[in-house]
């Protein structure tokens, strides 16, 4: 392969290795991300990437994304690379040989696809990068982002062995708690935003303060000319008039488990209709299913007579520019699980999100404020991954009733000002007690100092707390004490009103446990150090004693010994689960030259997990300090003075 | 890690690790990389094949899993993952969400 070898002295003098002066930080600074996943993962990181170039204006954005989800990024003026990836030139040959031949993807031959492949890489590899991010965290992109000459990486790689790897905290937190489905409730974009502005703190230095003053404002995002509305029918005209509402129904989500039925919008539909005159309605999304789901919510609207009022059916009519100002216009978008709420999130348009299948939207719901999320609250069978298990009942749950009372209750928060509880709404539009099977969440962006990024708060107040988003709030915490270096307060989010006796039970299961994960994790960590310490001896490091090489086995013996007490812990008790996951993959991430150099930084994996551990005790403590009884002063009864102007 | 800050700096790269140098091992790198993803677009068809799965739009989804649904399955030599015992942790992770 003929490319420039890395040449560290091209980035020597740039201001990620010299000095961190302002005329410096100024210099351009090159950065590579590897979004080779769908359309909503894509929209995710360019949220991280625009709040990076708003910090730090001198970034220059390449990004390398596949050629069906690029339409987002090349509408980016502030990205300076969108790099394609010819997929469709490469694969279609392998796969032809490969079913020709009856032949394995093992026994292919890769050798006349990696010409080209070289080639298209070339223009990547001329230049060493300041920073390559692989926001893909697949097995392919780990290939590609070793390939990248640059001063650091981040997220998967391959090393010099080919083994994957990943040398930053939250790829291992993405690896071990994300991808392993552990609950947690650090959104996505949130992630790669904090690993982002990390990397360009450590390297590059802090932001100019003003560029911490600057507003980010949506129309900036993407290069959206206002014509586009224009070229939709006559009723192009309603888009300019202001007192119309608009509102996109998002009909399809990609894949069935996660998409609403087509009797459900229509309901929908006729709903909202009928009873707000002001709203006109956009019909949106691709492919069959989405168009019949179209021509049935047209036919119920017909049937109710509501057949002149201003829908528009735009499915398989939208490239990237109209749907983007369709949902720039509109005041609100119904979607399921899909990568609309990423677009409608950037673009400042609320949502209305039907979180149905299996999705977990504090990691990849509607980012921002004032968007809902519906959760299904019964039990699904194939969510749960029952074997057999072939129909969704989570959608049953979601009624239209349900959707359109959390919208109208949304869409009236200027009169209300949630003072109104939901419950209170619920009885107002006549429909009390429809909430029973819903969970249902408001999005807010929490201030810095409660920990940042994006919560969604419950709706309803007749809701329990359950385990897992208690949970899931505790592995949140612990990653940002972890990997932001500083810990918001313990609970915060936390009130005694959500208690209830399940989750005292739960939490009461759990308290004893947790002290032995700290017995445990410590005692890792002793041995770790003694480890260390023992073969830090050797000052040869080559050849050892047979006492000393006893010694140490012994050691990592009791090390091993160690390591299955804490699987047996986990066995008992499965909440743990993510601390397990962690310090194996914080394990085979060990980059040590020699056994000293290893049990050093054992010795640090095991007191992540003491700390982490010691989080979980403090939340623990801190949640049944709300439940304990508390004394109550007897108020003291006033005797009226004696009248004594009798 | 927040106990001595290593694991925010990613992974710190010089002259001596750079990929290009060694021009075998770009070229094994790159095979790897169009095995996989030759991998993952077999996985993607046969699910888009599979009954019940919705028609993928051209605009507005579809594809390859993403960060909070990868796992990630190693194809390392033997040498490598006798070296690694914690591979066979990730490699019976999820490869990706129903």
């Known amino acids: 392969m003929s490319v420039a070898p890395f040449n560290p002295s091209k980035v020597a003098h740039s201001p990620v290795e010299g000095e961190k002066s302002k005329s410096e930080a100024k210099q351009r600074i090159r950065i590579l991300v590897v979004q080779l996943a769908r359309l909503g993962d894509t929209l995710q990181s360019l949220m991280a990437l625009r709040a990076a170039k708003q910090l730090y204006p001198q970034l220059e954005i390449h990004l390398v994304v596949r050629g069906r989800f690029s339409d987002a990024a090349k509408n980016c003026p502030w990205i300076h690379g969108v790099h394609v990836l010819p997929t469709d030139e490469w694969i279609p040959s392998i796969l032809h040989a490969m079913k020709e031949k009856n032949a394995s993807l093992e026994q292919v031959d890769f050798r006349s696809v990696i010409g080209p492949a070289a080639a298209w890489l070339a223009p990547l590899v001329d230049e060493p990068w300041h920073l390559v991010f692989n926001w893909t965290y697949s097995d392919s992109s780990s290939w590609l982002a070793a390939l990248m000459p640059a001063l650091a990486r981040y997220g998967y790689i391959r090393r010099k062995d080919l083994s994957a790897g990943a040398a930053d905290g939250w790829s291992h937190y993405i690896q071990a708690i994300v991808q392993q489905q552990s609950p947690q409730n650090i959104h996505l974009t949130d992630i790669l935003t904090t690993q982002l502005l990390t990397a360009l703190q450590l390297h590059v230095g802090d932001p100019e303060q003003e560029a911490t003053s600057r507003e980010s404002l949506s129309h900036q995002f993407f290069n959206v000319p206002r014509s586009t509305l224009e070229g939709i029918r006559e009723e192009g005209r309603e888009w300019r008039d202001p007192s119309r509402k608009w509102i996109a129904f998002q009909l399809g989500a990609g894949h069935a488990a996660k998409s609403w039925d087509e009797s459900s919008w229509a309901e929908l539909a006729v709903r909202i209709l009928a009873r707000h005159g002001e709203c006109n309605l956009v019909l949106l999304g691709n492919g069959e299913a989405d168009r019949r789901a179209a021509a049935h919510v047209l036919e119920q609207l017909r049937e109710n007579g509501l057949e002149d009022r201003c829908v528009l059916s735009l499915v398989d009519q939208t490239d990237f520019q109209l749907w983007a100002a369709i949902i720039g216009r509109s005041q609100w978008v119904f979607s399921g699980d899909t990568s609309v709420i990423h677009l409608a999130s950037v673009l400042g348009t609320r949502i209305i999100n039907l979180s149905i299948g299996p999705v977990r939207h504090t990691e990849t719901g509607p980012y921002g404020n004032g968007h809902f999320v519906l959760q299904p609250d019964i039990t699904c069978a194939v969510c749960a991954g029952v074997e057999g298990a072939a129909v969704h009942r989570c959608r049953e749950a979601i009624t239209p009733d349900i959707v359109y009372a959390t919208w109208s209750y949304g869409s009236s928060e200027w009169a209300h000002r949630r003072e109104t509880s939901f419950e209170e709404h619920l009885r107002q539009i006549g429909s009390p007690g429809i909430d029973e099977k819903v969970r249902i969440f408001r999005s807010r962006i929490r201030l810095s100092d409660e920990g940042g990024g994006v919560t969604y708060e419950p709706v309803q107040t007749t809701k329990k707390l359950l385990f897992a988003e208690w949970s899931a709030a505790v592995t949140g915490h612990m990653a940002r004490a972890w990997y932001c270096g500083w810990t918001p307060r313990v609970a915060v989010e936390t009130s005694a009103g959500a208690m209830n006796p399940e989750l005292v039970r739960d939490l009461r299961k759990v308290s004893e446990s947790v002290e032995v994960l700290i017995k445990i994790a410590e005692e890792g960590r002793r041995t770790s150090q003694h480890i260390q310490r023992e073969a830090a001896r050797n000052r040869t490091r080559k050849v050892m004693r047979v006492e000393e090489r006893a010694r140490l086995q012994e050691l990592a013996l009791k090390l091993s010994e160690i390591d299955r007490l804490l699987e047996r812990l986990v066995r008992a008790q499965p909440c743990f689960s993510p601390f397990l996951a962690l310090q194996r993959v914080m394990m085979h991430n060990l980059s040590g030259d020699d056994i000293a150099d290893l049990g050093r930084q054992s010795a640090l994996v095991w007191d992540q997990i003491v700390s982490g551990a010691r989080v979980w005790r403090e939340w623990l403590d801190a949640t049944t300090t709300l439940i304990r009884p508390r004394a109550v002063q007897p108020r003291k009864i006033e005797t009226p003075s004696p009248d004594l102007n009798v | ?98």
């Open chain 2, 1 to 98: 890690m927040a106990t001595d800050g290593t694991l925010l700096q990613g992974e710190v790269t010089d002259s001596a690790t750079s990929p290009l140098l060694d021009g075998a091992h770009v070229e094994r790198l790159l095979a790897g990389f169009l095995k996989a993803l030759v991998a993952e677009q077999v996985t993607d068809l046969r699910r888009e094949a599979s009954p019940g799965s919705a028609e993928k739009s051209k605009t507005q989804e579809a594809s390859t899993g993403s960060a909070h649904s990868n796992g990630i399955s190693n194809a390392t030599s033997e040498e490598a993952e006798a070296l690694r015992p914690s591979l066979r942790f990730i490699r019976g992770g999820k490869e990706g969400r129903a």
